[in-house]
């Protein structure tokens, strides 16, 4: 379990960094192997506009393997403080909260897998921003381990440990 925090100038590589490492795209070299399920929460929401949150989380869970019970995906809407806007449709929603949409997927993850998350508290208030917090340091707590991507201040309590890309000197 631990949190890491990848920072550096825009065009450093750290969004290309965890999307390779996620899978999306290849690696210029060599192998990336992973032991532990991998959940990827890219800089935009993936997710679509046309249909409700809840429909999103539970699409996302069922194409990757995991409980899409109706309480399981509650939980996850509830993790978020999302369960009022739930059953909107995702195009009629904030930036804020369809960030926070996509982060409920979290919930519905393994404990002992490895989330990748670019900038992940871009677009979220303070509130919110507390509460990714919390959920960030319980997983590395249970055992998880978290790579983000971030300008801002993230995590902060838990101490995580950083790696620094310097990008390209022009």
Same mark, same amino acid.
Not at 16 to 29: C, E, H, Q, V
Not at 32 to 41: E, K, Q, W
Not at 106 to 132: F, K, T, V, Y
């Given at each position: ?45 993936? !997710? =679509?506009?046309?249909?409700?949150? $809840?429909?999103? /989380? +539970?699409?996302? @869970?069922?194409?990757?393997?995991? *409980? ?24 009629? !929603? =904030?930036?804020?909260?369809?960030? $926070?949409?996509? /982060? +409920?997927?979290? @919930?519905?993850?393994?404990?002992? *897998? ?57």
């Amino acid at each position: 379990g631990g949190i890491c925090c990848l920072t550096g100038p825009n065009g450093a590589g750290k969004s290309t960094l965890l999307r390779t490492i996620a899978g999306r795209l290849p690696a210029a070299g060599g192998d990336i192997s992973c032991a532990v399920p991998i959940i990827y929460v890219g800089h935009t929401d993936g !997710l =679509s506009g046309a249909i409700s949150g $809840r429909g999103n /989380l +539970a699409g996302w @869970a069922r194409i990757n393997g995991f *409980s899409a019970t109706e309480p399981a995906i509650d939980a996850a809407l509830s993790s978020f403080a999302t369960n009022r806007f739930a059953d909107l449709q995702v195009r009629v !929603l =904030s930036r804020g909260q369809r960030r $926070r949409l996509a /982060l +409920a997927r979290l @919930a519905l993850a393994p404990a002992n *897998s490895l989330w990748l998350l670019d900038e992940p508290n871009a677009g979220l208030d303070q509130a919110s921003s507390r509460i990714l917090d919390e959920i960030v340091q319980k997983h590395a707590t249970a055992g998880g381990m978290v790579l983000a991507a971030t300008h801002l201040d993230f995590a902060a309590a838990a101490k995580p440990r950083s790696l620094h890309l310097p990008g390209l000197v022009t």
